[in-house]
């Protein structure tokens, strides 16, 4: 079964009858005490205070979650995914089915619910520009197009009790980063909905969330000021402001409040880590909850499959094959007609990385001792192999202090090469099945990666890191580790090196020369011998002058020997570019003569991956039938054996010839046994690379080990996704994060958009708000803000209609609106990305002309979307069209998310002219007027990326992330303005 640390399958336990071994989400005390609503399991439960008996009111496949109480404590609202996106359904205490109230394809959180039935959520709308925080909406409890609830973004939002003011969180720093300490942070900001005035009521430079009000008008809420999340109480006068002192109501100093509620006479609920708890008049009591409940998913799962080959490996003789599946190494017999596989490794941890030590005797790599370690499987059944055995035996090889990655057996099978931990490599002896005399070859903080044996077993090839990230690929020897040459030298970057058969020559990746400075990989080759390289083509297509006389050799394995040969003096001068076709050329391997490389690459014209063969001295490249989307393969002899989607095939390097296999195994998860190994691959992943070896001063085993039950405990996908992501949020540092896919099958309703903003009236919905350049927008349409629709598709809209409902399943087709008047229009829906894309450029547009009004039109704007391709050639387009004419730019990465553009950009910006030019026929008179032309200059011609000489202003904010800080630190210590 395949186990990653980014795609995990359910976890599911048994029953949950203790506590300790019970963990809930958002466990939400109803207003008048008495109940406690949650979610486990993936359902909303609630809990009778008096009796400690627990109900189950959803049972359904989607995750449920984040119940809210209404103001009688007889209803509850909460978020499913049942429909596809996440959203709000309502229900009673009874039960039943829950009624669905939104259905906005975004992501839908309610965060209160008042008396006079309306509830307030968070979404992201037709308003949402490029900020990351959401807008506040709100929505009737018995049905109706939602509306926003007030035009400052934030989440979280409650009311206080006498209706006039909202407590609301700004700040999108992730919750999970219990010790953050920076810009991002969250606050509580209360909104007085008579004055409109807003008043913050945090400034701690730690998060602070979740406001909550009792029936005083005391407002509760989280913060970290303390280093770990408890619970404050503040009190707030009558205009919003804050009272005196906050009170911490809370002093955990380990393991922080991971949420809580509060009713109306002041007593709450928390719950921290796997446990929860009732504080109430000051005393605070540890609560023991019985839930004893079957699954919602199955505990394991067989399944027989036809694809899904991650690696694979053919034994010396050629008969068998290793291939591993789901993270189980399966044997078959290379025959077309036999599909049967053995599974060899069977253990309900990871199995990868198979390789042939002899034709009895399988290698693999596992982690089924608590780390990656190398083993091999053998059948003791003498009478079969392992395509058949049901008798085998495991064997572990090696035993190291860190993981071991990439086992690599030399040509000749007595050697083998591996990498321990991030840097290390290692050569070692193989002999009767055993792993002897390791060696170091290579100790760095960079590992060797795509390691590739030389045909003689006596050099390896690799590619490598520098300080300063610049990878290189370098030939060393197999049996002297201090002769080792760097073949490459260059500043851009190599990879993915490659043997010839005739060992004269080594092929590699790289993007030296791709279009705009590096960004296209080529196939490009070095010469190992200077004679070699000394030859023309037509020297190689018509030989020597003195043709050498060939004699026949009576031992064929003589015949056949190859002795690698080196000159060492500037390798790095003989090297040849392969291919230099638009996009990347990957995979290079050699024909069996050494005469050819086949290539992957992508046809510029039917945009699909394909194969081609190209001979070393030019020549216009091939197409190779029947080969695309080579995946992990293996040499045997002159035939190729690989994987394309998850399917084996064979490639005939003499004939050119394909050949499919089939291939049926059989595999059984246990999915608490999965659970386990994900979260231990996890563990090791972040004690191996996290960037300091300190963990910012943090004890990553204790966490480790105080989280590792928690995780475990889950009982869902989206449990095990928070409480992983809890943890590694106690590192405090950014770029880190747990995702996986769910397990549960639930509908797809996909909502076509308008580019609307409506709100409900008497017989239907009136438009308060078309997004420009939208559907609803073109000139063919007519409609008009105050236009009243009353009929989708002949369905009438009425007071409790959700407009959005009425637009299921549309995305892309034609409808039908029916206004007040009469008038029907016939519209083409559109998809979320389309109008989320429109929702940019309508706020690109509005900054632009604020940019033009504050300057008195003496400043251009633009704004970079990303660090990515994509935004930087908007940009280079963008640097003429906004500045032209003007005196300056503005240029704006607020709200950016980050990539890899920042040095591109600061290419463009940091050029300093050194001349001026002025052409022919522009000045009658060229001595006295020239300097009427200094800011011009052929830079078009001459630079490799657009150039700007004009005043810079820069705009960031607290979201501009990863690598648009990187920027903003740039622009700031490069001086630019």
Known sequence: MKKTLCILFTVCNAFFAIAQETLIRTPTISPDATKMAFGFDGDIWVLDLATNQSKRLTIHQGYESNPIWNSKSNQLVFNSNRSGDTNIFKTDLNGGIPKQLTYYPTANIPSFWDADGTIIFSSNRIYKGTEREASIYKVDENGETPNRFMTALGSQATISPDGNLVAFVKGTCRISREDYNGPAQRDVWIYNITTKEYHQITTSKKNDHTPLWDENNNLYYIGSESGRYNIYKTSIDANGKKLGAENQLTTLKVNGVLSFSVSNNGTIIYNSGTEVFRLQDGATKKMDLNLATDNRFELEETKTVSGDIGDLNVSPDGKLIALSIKGEIFVKEIDKDKTTTNNVSNHTFRDDNPFWIDNNTLGFLSDRSGQNELYKVVSTDKKVNLSRSLKTKVTQLTKSNIDVFEPLLSPNREKISYRIGRGQLVIAN???????????????????????????????????????????????????????????????????????????????????????????????????????????????????????????????????????????????????????????????????????????????????????????????????????????????????????????????????????????????????????????????????????????????????????????????????????????????????????STPEETSEDTIGLLGLDVANVKNGVEIKYILPNSVAAKTNVSLKLGDVITAVNGKKIDKNTNFYSLLKNTVNNEILLTLIDGTDIVLRTSSTGTIRGLLYEEWVNSRKKLVEEFSNGKLGYIHIQGMNLPSFERFERELKASGYGKKGIVIDVRNNGGGWTTDRLMAVLTVKQHAYTVPRGATNDLQKNNKNFAGNYPFNERAILSVNTKPLVALANESSYSNAEIFAHAFKSLALR
């Open 430 to 740: 193989i002999k009767e099945g055993k792993i002897e005399k390791p060696k170091s070859f290579s100790d760095s903080w960079a590992s060797a990666n795509g390691v590739s044996w030389s045909p003689d077993s006596k050099y390896i090839a690799y590619s490598q890191q520098d300080l300063d990230f610049d990878s290189e690929i370098y030939i060393q020897s197999a049996e002297d580790a201090s002769i080792k040459m760097n073949v490459s030298m260059h500043p851009r970057s190599d990879f993915s090196p490659a043997w010839s058969p005739d060992g004269k020559k080594l092929s590699f990746v790289s993007n030296r020369a791709g279009d705009r400075g590096g960004i296209n990989y080529d196939t490009w080759m070095v010469w190992l011998q200077k004679t070699d390289w000394e030859k023309t083509k037509a020297d190689f297509k018509e030989g020597d002058y003195y043709q050498p006389t060939e004699e026949k050799s009576k031992d064929k394995k003589e015949e056949q020997e190859v002795v690698v040969k080196i000159d060492e003096d500037r390798i790095f001068d003989r090297l040849v570019q392969l291919t230099s076709w638009a996009g990347n050329e990957l995979g290079a391997m050699f024909s069996e003569d050494s005469k050819s490389v086949y290539i992957s690459a992508t046809n510029p014209v039917t945009n699909q991956n394909g194969f081609y063969k190209v001979e070393i001295t030019g020549g216009t490249p091939t197409e190779v039938k029947g080969v695309s989307n080579v995946g992990s393969s293996n040499f045997h002899k002159s035939t190729l054996y690989y994987s394309s989607k998850g399917k084996l095939k064979s490639f005939d390097l003499k004939s050119d010839k394909v050949s499919s296999f089939g291939h049926s195994a059989t595999y059984t998860t246990d999915f608490s046994k999965l659970n386990e190994q994900v979260f231990e691959e996890g563990v090791r992943a972040i004690t191996a690379g996290f960037y300091d070896p300190k963990y910012h001063g943090y004890n990553w085993d204790k966490i480790v080990k105080r989280y590792r039950p928690w995780v475990l405990t889950a009982s869902t996908k989206q449990d095990y996704s928070f409480m992983f992501n809890m943890m590694l949020g106690q590192l405090n540092a950014s770029h880190m994060g747990y995702r996986g």
